[in-house]
């Protein structure tokens, strides 16, 4: 993959080993955002099409066109309580001159074949039954009276008033729901409604989380001095559950390239389609994923021109997408929706790549040093002239509270250094319904 891009802008970097040794030669590149993801798409591939139950389905992409076999509505349905008549018989009601029908029947949701309506008849129908053939009006309870088993209409109704007709909804030979579509409770529903139980839909994709740490330790597990406990790891998998991968969780690994690459191997065979590392991946003593970059393993460092979230690892493992995320917190966060979730999307067979976006105004004056594309944590609020956001506190990398408290990223692009209070800025929205 790598071979496919010019090599502009690769720096080298000294790195100084856990052996206390320097070497160079190490290589990060420079990318943008857009780059990156563009290089990262190259490499996923939508998974083979398999078949899913519609209680399986929410979530996932529909692989095949789904045409109506059948009318929806399947035949001529009261729409409302009331009574089935003749609009000839009701057209000229009114108050002065009311009319009479004799009400000869009655039927309900899930009965079946009613009689015909006669001229001068009504009949009594309730919500989803069958409408009586010849019927072209359902006058609604409420408004009539019924006495002496009559009912007494006083005013006219246009003829179709609350029949729903055969097919009127979605017609036999339409396309009830496009293949692509991420299946939501209304299109199950539509699906549902032709008569079908499992339908094609593209798998989600595995996706194996590794933290690396020599200082984590699982939540639930004692501490040592020195150590923290790794809060990326669900976080993360959170996340990618979101996009729509499902995660195979491994933990976390010490710092040593040896055992960080044998897990990968191991995920990899393990038939992950992708491997997200997290930590381990900028210039420090211990960075193992940097370390591991140089050897004869497929994967490649980026510095990405972002804040936060700047090295990004990227490669692959026999046969597996590796994303190696930074280790702090919200750089993590960002990453992952940066750069994961566009390939989960891809993966899951979704169109829609780029993550859900909206337009708000600053509240307040914000320098953005350095003029990197910044992702600023902040909180939304909507009024009546539309979306305003704040920060949601102190924008540093490790600060878990203020992205615990934010619902959208802000982004001030690159080059530009301060926002001003009003400024209309891109919003991605991290929340979910
Ligand atoms: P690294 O990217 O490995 O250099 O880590 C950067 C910072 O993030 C360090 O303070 C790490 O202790 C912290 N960190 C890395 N991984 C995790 C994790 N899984 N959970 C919580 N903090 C982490
Ligand atoms: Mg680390």
Not at 349 to 363: E, F, H, M, Q, Y
Not at 372 to 386: I, P
């Amino acid at each position: 993959l790598s071979s496919v891009d010019s090599r502009r802008g690769i720096a080298t970097a000294h790195l100084r080993y856990s052996d206390g040794m320097e070497r160079s030669g190490h290589r990060r590149e420079n990318l943008t955002v857009e780059e990156a993801v563009r290089r990262i798409l190259l490499g996923c591939q939508v998974l083979p099409e398999r078949a899913a139950s519609l209680r399986e389905a929410r979530g996932l992409v529909l692989a095949r066109d789904i045409v109506a076999q059948s009318p929806s509505p399947r035949f001529d349905t009261a729409a409302m309580d009331g009574y089935a008549v003749q609009h000839a018989d009701v057209r000229g009601a009114s108050p002065e001159q009311p009319v009479h029908l004799g009400v000869v029947g009655s039927i309900s949701a899930g009965e079946g074949t009613p009689t015909a309506v006669a001229p001068g008849t009504a009949n009594r129908v309730m919500t989803g039954a069958v409408c009586p053939e010849d019927a072209d009006v359902v006058i609604p309870l409420e408004l009539v009276e019924f006495r002496d088993d009559q009912i007494v209409v006083s005013q006219p109704f246009p003829a179709g008033t609350n029949i729903r007709r055969t097919g009127e909804d979605i017609a036999v030979g339409t396309v009830v729901v496009e293949r692509g579509t991420m299946l939501g409770p209304a299109h199950l529903a539509a699906i549902a409604a032709e008569g079908h139980e499992t339908i094609e839909v593209f798998p989600r994709p595995r996706v194996a989380v590794i933290a690396t740490g020599d200082e984590l330790v699982r939540p639930g597990h004692a501490l040592e001095p020195g150590q923290i406990w790794d809060s990326n790891s669900v976080m993360v998998a959170a996340l990618i559950e979101q996009f729509g991968g499902e995660v195979v969780m491994s933990g976390s690994v010490p710092d040593e390239p040896k055992t960080v690459l044998a897990v990968l191997r191991r995920e990899a065979a393990d038939g992950a389609d992708l491997i997200v590392t997290i930590g381990g991946a900028s210039l420090g003593d211990r960075d193992v994923l940097t370390e591991l970059a140089t050897d004869a393993v497929a994967l490649e460092c980026w510095s990405i021109a972002m804040k936060p979230g700047k090295p990004l690892v990227y490669g692959q493992i026999d046969g597996a997408m590796v994303i190696g995320l930074p280790g702090n917190p919200a750089a993590a966060f960002v990453s992952a929706i940066q750069f994961l979730r566009p390939a989960i999307v891809t993966l899951l067979g979704r169109l829609d790549i780029d993550p859900p976006t909206i337009v708000a105004s600053a509240t307040e004056a914000i320098a953005n040093p350095g003029g990197r594309r910044n992702y600023l944590r902040v909180t939304l609020d909507l009024d009546a002239s539309g979306h305003s956001a704040r920060l949601a506190g102190p924008q540093n990398v490790a600060n878990l509270a203020t992205l615990s408290r934010a619902e959208g990223l802000l982004i001030i692009p690159a080059g530009i250094e301060r926002v001003e209070p009003g400024a209309r800025c891109d919003v991605q929205i991290i929340r979910s319904l």
